[in-house]
């Protein structure tokens, strides 16, 4: 499943982890789809990736997030956010308390994960990489989300 994904992403974590002195641990929701098959082409494909793993150290969970292809673009940020919270809940529990939420991707991402930094009094850095500023905020909805997000960035 796209090996190169986000891999900008992975780099800088593990250079902080490895230089910073920091720990980290990642959320990065998946969408959910019930079949792994290979005629069910993307689809099947992220049904593949599994609820946890380990990348040189770094824990991800990977929560799902039902995706409705189409129709479902206004709603990606609360069904992201919806899917976290309880993961977000239990590292809190757990003693893991993030320092930080670090978002990749205003929309939707940045928004669920505002919503997130807001519900739990969390520090918020989101970093755009270019159609979701360029092109998403052509929706209306969307581009209010996005305005709520920018606010929401820890300054």
């Known amino acids: 499943m796209q090996p190169n994904h986000g891999v900008f992403v992975e780099n800088r974590l593990r250079h902080l982890v490895g230089h910073g002195g920091i720990r ?66 239990r590292m809190i529990a757990l003693g893991r308390r993030p320092d930080l939420i670090d978002a990749h991707y205003v929309y939707p991402d940045g928004v669920a994960a505002a919503l997130l930094a807001r519900r739990f009094g969390l520090p918020l850095a989101i970093t755009a990489r270019g159609t979701d500023l360029n092109l998403i905020p052509q929706h209306p909805l969307a581009r209010r989300w996005i305005r709520f997000a920018i606010r929401e960035a820890s300054g």
Not at 30 to 42: I, K
Request: charged share 20%.
């Open 24 to 89: 980290a641990g990642v959320l990065a929701p998946v969408p959910w789809f019930p079949f792994t098959g290979e005629h069910f082409g993307r689809y099947g494909e992220l049904a593949k990736v599994p609820l946890r793993e380990n990348r040189f150290g770094i824990a991800i969970d990977h929560p799902r997030y039902p995706m409705l292809p189409k129709i479902g673009m206004a709603l990606q940020p609360w069904l992201l956010y919806r899917a976290m919270v309880p993961h977000l809940r």
